[in-house]
DNA sequence: ACATTAATTCAACGCTTGTTGAATTGTCAA
DNA sequence: TTGACAATTCAACAAGCGTTGAATTAATGT
């Protein structure tokens, strides 16, 4: 005789003082995480159910469509995260006032709040910056996310960047944006795998390591670029 | 009645003299926009099928599985540019013989076949670009492909490199070069896209523009961290 | 106590997926 | 001319896909 497992919860639950459900959070923890690792196409709204601890039919409950939900997993720590770094850019330039802020420190008001991140107890900002990288590099969803949450943000870095080198011209501040944006999104996207190419020299997952060198470099590069 | 359309060709086509089959050529070259645009798990090898103009069937009579479909494709253009790259390396130590080649002419040997491969008539180069930058951004194929078809490669640039910056660590190198590889594949995976946050100062399929300033900002980096 | 409603489950739909085996066609060597 | 065989097509498989509608459960307002 078929017998129904008693023990799994169903119904509605308890209210919380939380704005967000628990089970949207755990899908939108696991999605984060799954995405992140295997992109878009690469996950199954199954697997992701089960990671989640979750039905199916509930992640179309809460947020509709697929790509819905790649869209809410990606906006929500992107808004977070512009709010750091704006925060952290005028930070710099009222400490710079009357001057303006060197590329050194605007350099640092970008990338510190993803240090932050990646040393926070929260390990989903870890993920998240996976799936920044995922996106940045992707045909099918960069010119879609990365415009809709960070040009706003991006433009007033550049706005601070040419305060710092009158010299340049748009496209040398651009492009020289430009190549951050790439070793950035290159370091995240390796983020736990040991570069066997570095015969151990320099694993990937040690942001630290890799944050250290980054400021000077992309500096330089842009005083040489933009001189 | 149904009449079956007489005008498809089937059976064995007259044998040619190129070593490869031209049906096959003609499903890589498709499998190359493909992926590079979409992603492995983005593509169906239906919708190959059809670009490439071919039958189903045909693409895993010929290369067996999609995996291994994409591993060949991979490969394919993977042999030729590490031969460029090594020849523009080995012509560049020659000719500063006695001395070290600098670090700019590194870097030029590393990136100067890319820029030929874009400028070049076989627009089969400007895909295989785009794929690298996904592969190398990839979390699942990145270790797999990257190391097994550039790895050697790279490490004879980072002894090159190290020649012409004897006081840097192997960690200094090895980040380095991991950001000059993260700068280039965000601007291949860009190809065609128009970056609308750079109000059209900066057209991501403008590879010229973007290799102009890549080599002074990267040399300018590599001497920052590595002095 | 009772109706209401949000949260959750279950089962299924129609379609697509990668892959395979058998049948068919054309080429070439003997 | 014939026989072998490579190249191609066709049809189908089992499994998996995203999504939906109806049923079920539990908390809430009155």
Redesign the interface.
């Given at each position: 005789m078929p017998q129904k497992n008693k023990s799994i919860k169903v119904g509605r639950p308890a209210k919380t003082n939380k704005e967000s459900s628990a089970r949207g959070d755990k899908i939108l923890n696991a999605a984060e995480e799954l995405f992140?690792?295997?992109?878009?196409?690469?996950i199954t709204l199954r697997t992701l159910a089960t990671k989640a601890g979750v039905d199916v039919a509930l992640i179309s409950y809460y947020f509709g469509s697929k790509s819905d939900l790649f869209d809410t997993v990606f906006k929500r720590r992107a808004k977070i995260l512009n709010a750091e770094r704006l925060n952290a850019l005028q930070k710099a330039q009222s400490e710079a006032a009357p001057a303006f802020a060197s590329v050194e420190k605007v350099i640092e008001a970008f990338l510190h709040p993803l240090k932050i991140a990646q040393e926070s107890s929260d390990s989903g900002w870890k993920n998240y910056c996976?799936l920044l990288?995922?996106v940045?590099?992707?045909?099918?969803w960069?010119?879609k996310l990365?415009?809709k949450y960070?040009?706003s943000l991006?433009?007033t870095f550049i706005d601070a960047l040419r305060d710092a080198l009158p010299n340049a011209?748009?496209?040398?501040?651009?492009?020289?944006y430009?190549?951050?944006?790439?070793?950035?999104?290159?370091?995240f996207?390796?983020t736990?795998?040991i570069?066997?190419?570095?015969?151990g020299?320099?694993q990937?997952d040690d942001f630290q390591?890799?944050y250290d060198?980054?400021i000077?470099?992309?500096?330089?590069?842009?005083?040489?670029?933009c001189a």
């Open positions: 992140a690792l295997q992109g878009y196409d690469g996976a990288a995922y940045n590099n992707s045909a099918v960069g010119n990365m415009g960070f040009n991006v433009d011209s748009d496209a040398d501040l651009y492009w020289c430009h190549y951050m944006s790439g070793a950035l999104s290159l370091t996207a390796n736990g795998r570069d066997k190419m570095s015969k020299a320099c990937s390591s890799a060198r980054m000077p470099f992309i500096a330089s590069g842009f005083r040489q670029v």
